[in-house]
Structure formats: C-alpha cells, structure tokens
C-alpha cells in the first residue's frame, strides 16, 4: 500500500506543477491583458499646437527624455527620423506616428513616449525685462493669443522713465541665437491711443524689452545667462562700454553661461553683414587680459549669452 501511494506520488507532483504553471501562465495573460500598456495612457485629448515643449522618450533606447519643440510649420524634429508633422494630432496619435516610422528603420519594437512639458496646458513661455514692474517669464496659455499690451499690463505695468513708443520684441530660436530678430512696438499708441493694429502677437521664447527714455548715449539690451539680463544705458559722456564690461555691467554670468561665446548682434545696418553678428570670447578677455576682440557698443546693439548646452 506504501509503494502504491509512493508510486502515485510520483506522477501527482509533475502533475500539480503542471497544473499551478497553467493557471500562475492565465493569471499572468489575464493580468497584462488588464494592464494598458503604457502608450495607452499617453494623452489623447488636446492636440498639439505651434510652440508646444514637449517630453520626448523611446523606452528602449534606455535614456533620459529629451525636449522637443513644434515648430511654426506644425512639424517636431525628432531624433532619428527628422521633422515629422503634429498638424491635429494628439500626443498619443503623434507617438504611434513616430512609432511606426522608427519600427521601419530603427526599432524592432518602439515604445514611444510624448507628452507636454508644460502640463499646466501653456504653450511656452515669453520673457518681459527691462523697465516694468514685475520682470521675468510668463506663460502663453494654451487658449489664448498673447500680445505685447497683454504681456506688459500682466508683468504690471511699467515703471517710471519708460519709454513705451520703442518698446522691442527679441525674437528667434534660442538654439540659433545667431538668427535673432528684432522687432519694434508703439504699445504708447496702442494703450493711450486704442490702435490695436499697432499690437503684436507673442511668439514662444520672445523677449519682451521695455526700454528706457532715449539718453545721450542711447540703450544696448543683454539677455539669456547673465545674472541682470535687461536695458542699460549707453555712457552718457560717449565714452566706449565693450562686451566684457557690459557682462561685468549686468552682474557677471550666470551658472550654466557659454562664456567663449556670447554673441554681438549690432544695430548698424550700415555695416556688412559678417561684421554685425560678432562671437566675443569673454572668458579669454576676463581671464587674461586681451582687450583685441572686445567689440565695443553702439546704440540698440544685443548681447546674448547662452546656455552651455547649446552649440551653436
């Protein structure tokens, strides 16, 4: 009797393992089929628009997200395939897109991560310096179209000495500070006088400058990774102020600042082209001394120091 139940037990326990392999194997598949996988959970209600930031990430390419931007013709440029269009698509309809191109190519099997960097649903941001009562960044809401008034009058109005008939929008890829545009606003005819027509429409990333009144030496604008970016005043004896001085000016650098290369963009149309877009090594200047590539300031000129991250 002994033997028959040993014998018995012999083939109960493959027979049991068996069993609990099975139904551990359903509850597994039961359990995964349960799970949305994580693509299924991207967001699927707002549609990207023009100046969105967004989180971009392939799980299986085992690194950190990185940001990406719609540019104004609706398009991302994304890592691997190049500029792919967002025109009406949702985060999760744009990552199945890119999903499927990188599967073409690149992935056996792509887990496409996109989401908004902004999650309060604003589209960028602008920044208003100089002569206003609460300077710094400003969000763009998502439903909104925001002009340079609307900017001004939330950064709290302007302070005394103003001058609002030259107010000046800095415009241009803050990755490619070489393509900076300026662009200038009459906000005095647009809030004392009503003409909305002399209004202007605030991109993602614009500057919004509030100068000054014109002095003798007229005003120079230093803006990105300086520790006091705004409007300052040309000497009004016309003495020369150089880049390295007008750094010193604003406060010196700030943390992440691109010493070797911070860009002169002068106003003097008058000059030839490779002469108005000048790259200073500043570091060089402060470190040691040589004054040989100090441009020095004219009226309206721009300095913008960048962000290390960002080569140019």
Not at 77 to 95: C, E, N, Q, S, Y
Not at 200 to 207: A, E, F, G, Q, S
């Amino acid at each position: 009797m002994f033997h028959l139940l040993s014998l018995k037990g012999r083939w109960l326990r493959p027979l049991l393992a068996c069993c609990l392999l099975l139904c551990c194997g359903g509850v597994t598949a039961l359990r995964a089929q349960e799970t949305p996988s994580r693509m299924e959970l991207l967001d699927d209600s707002r549609p990207l628009r023009v100046g969105d930031r967004l989180s971009y990430q392939v799980v299986e390419e085992r690194e950190p997200a990185v940001r990406l931007f719609v540019d104004a013709e609706g398009k991302v440029d994304v890592p691997l395939i190049g500029r792919v269009d967002a025109t009406h698509l949702t985060p999760k309809a744009f990552a199945q897109k890119v999903k499927q191109e990188l599967e073409q190519d690149f992935f056996y099997r792509a887990t496409v991560l996109v989401d908004f960097e902004n999650a309060d649903g604003a589209r960028g941001e602008v920044k208003v310096v100089g002569l206003v009562l609460r300077p710094g960044p400003l969000p763009i809401p998502a439903d909104e179209v925001l002009t340079a008034s609307t900017a001004l009058i939330r950064s709290g109005g302007v302070r005394a000495g103003a001058d609002l008939s030259h107010v000046t929008i800095l415009r241009g890829d803050s990755q490619n500070p070489d393509e900076q545009e300026r662009i200038t606003v009459d906000l005095k005819e647009v809030l004392e006088e009503g003409n909305l027509a002399a209004d202007k429409v605030l991109r993602p990333d614009d500057t919004l400058v509030v100068p000054e009144s014109s002095q003798v030496g007229g005003t120079y604008f230093i803006t990105g990774e300086v520790a006091g970016e705004g409007v300052y005043n040309l000497p009004a004896d016309g003495s020369d102020l150089t880049v390295s001085e007008a750094v010193l000016r604003a406060g010196g650098f700030a943390k992440f600042a691109n010493k070797r290369r911070v860009l002169l963009i002068k106003a003097d149309e008058s000059l030839p082209e490779d002469q108005r877009r000048l790259v200073v090594d500043v570091q060089r200047i402060l470190e040691q001394g040589d004054r040989s590539n100090d441009p020095v300031l004219g009226p309206d000129d721009i300095i913008r120091v960048t962000d290390r991250k960002f080569a140019w």
